[in-house]
């Protein structure tokens, strides 16, 4: 039997088709990206975003395109196909955990929040509702990030360095108790031999990673790997160049950090400013 050809020559990734569909329907169409905002009501910016896959705006986007381009409910259903899968950021944050858990050596910075590896159930739980997870899959997923702190605990718990801009110790959570036993927490994790915590203060210099939460890991082949991450999604970035990339902007921006004794203080600073219980 010959090979089965493609029809349409197009990506079966869900995402990746959606892109393509809306890139090809705007060509076809002749409109521009300020046009289709202007008719539709969107800034033209989310058009832009869309087709570049840095966002599936939202159902009610993809039903407006439809009605825009004839498309008899084509969009939204590629739409919904794309954001129901997750095989693509799953595959990579599965492969991601298993190379962390095999990693000789981790270093780490924090843009906005704690990483995982160090939160306490309190904290994971906080962001992980945020993120829109709730119920037996709440509990699930706090109970797994509790178990990875294991990782950095015992005698051949591997070395770890983690930079957190000021802005995570300034970004408190709502319950003050919670927020104690977080920088707690992270105060007692700094003495362990095998942890050094920094912090990037307000007011340093630009540098390359200025909004790009990343972990480097070591592996035992000597191979290095980052994994990028934001709000919405990973990426595990294997390929030498890139990773030396943003290894030397991890180094510029380390230079810019507080020594790991003034940074314990910096930490010990922020618990002492925590509202004390109303005492009864």
């Given at each position: ?68 381009y004839g498309t008899s ?151 290095a790997v980052a994994y990028?991450?934001n709000a919405h999604r ?47």
């Amino acid at each position: 039997m010959p090979p089965r050809r493609a029809v349409t020559g197009r990506s079966q990734e869900p995402r990746k088709r959606f892109v393509e569909e809306l890139r090809l329907l705007r060509a076809q169409k002749g409109d521009s990206l300020r046009y289709l905002g202007d008719v539709l009501g969107w800034d033209w910016s989310l058009f832009g975003k869309m087709e570049k896959g840095e966002t599936l705006g939202g159902p009610e986007v993809a039903q407006a395109l439809d009605q825009h381009y004839g498309t008899s409910g084509l969009l939204l259903t590629l739409w919904e196909l794309a954001a129901g899968d997750p095989t693509q950021f799953k595959e990579r944050y599965r492969r991601y955990m298993a190379l962390e858990a095999e990693a000789l050596s981790l270093w780490h910075y924090g843009v906005s929040t704690i990483h995982g590896l160090l939160q306490t159930p309190g904290y994971a739980q906080v962001l992980l509702t945020v993120g829109g997870i709730k119920g037996e899959e709440l509990t699930r997923q706090v109970e797994a990030r509790a178990g990875r702190c294991k990782l950095l605990t015992g005698e051949d718990a591997p070395p770890f360095r983690t930079i957190l801009s000021e802005a995570v110790l300034r970004t408190p959570l709502d319950d003050a108790e919670q927020w104690r036993k977080q920088l707690e927490y992270l105060a007692e994790a700094a003495e362990r031999p095998n942890l050094t915590l920094q912090v990037l203060p307000h007011g340093s210099r630009p540098h390359g990673l200025v909004s790009t939460d990343v972990m480097f890991l070591r592996l035992p082949d000597g191979r290095a790997v980052a994994y990028t991450e934001n709000a919405h999604r990973g990426e595990l970035i294997e390929e030498t160049s890139s990773v030396e990339h943003l290894q030397r902007a991890y180094d510029a921006m380390r230079d810019l950090a507080l020594s790991p004794a003034e940074s314990r203080k910096f930490v010990m600073r922020m618990l002492e400013e925590v509202p004390c219980e109303p005492s009864t």
